[in-house]
């Protein structure tokens, strides 16, 4: 299989840039040359969560999950996004509106 790395880094550009559906396209591609990249699976949710596509985010967050080591640093904000991802998923089923934090700075 073709490595993924070039993929994600260009949608982390295409993201930056603000071309979320670009970025998408990207780490679609990079999934399909490594379907099991914690990486890219991981951006994916984020993107997923922010487009409010929370069910894909769940499923993406959750993948990028299981694919990290026991005590990766990566997975604590993994683990937050996909707390996030299952409140609004279950705001949507109960017609609950889950308003989201605003934006950081930096």
């Known amino acids: 299989a073709e490595r993924p790395e070039p993929w994600v ?14 970025a998408l396209e990207d780490l679609g591609e990079a999934l399909r040359r490594a379907p099991d990249d914690a990486r890219a699976l991981a951006r994916r949710g984020w993107i997923r969560l922010r487009r409010r596509d929370h069910r894909g985010a769940v499923e993406d967050l959750e993948r990028a999950a299981r694919g990290l080591p026991p005590g990766d640093k990566r997975l604590q904000r993994i683990s937050g996004a996909l707390e996030r991802a299952r409140q609004r998923l ?14 950081r700075t930096k």
């Open 9 to 22: 880094e260009r949608a982390e550009v295409r993201r930056r840039q603000g071309d979320e559906p670009g």
């Open 90 to 103: 279950a705001g949507q089923a109960t017609g609950v509106k889950l308003v989201a934090p605003p934006k």
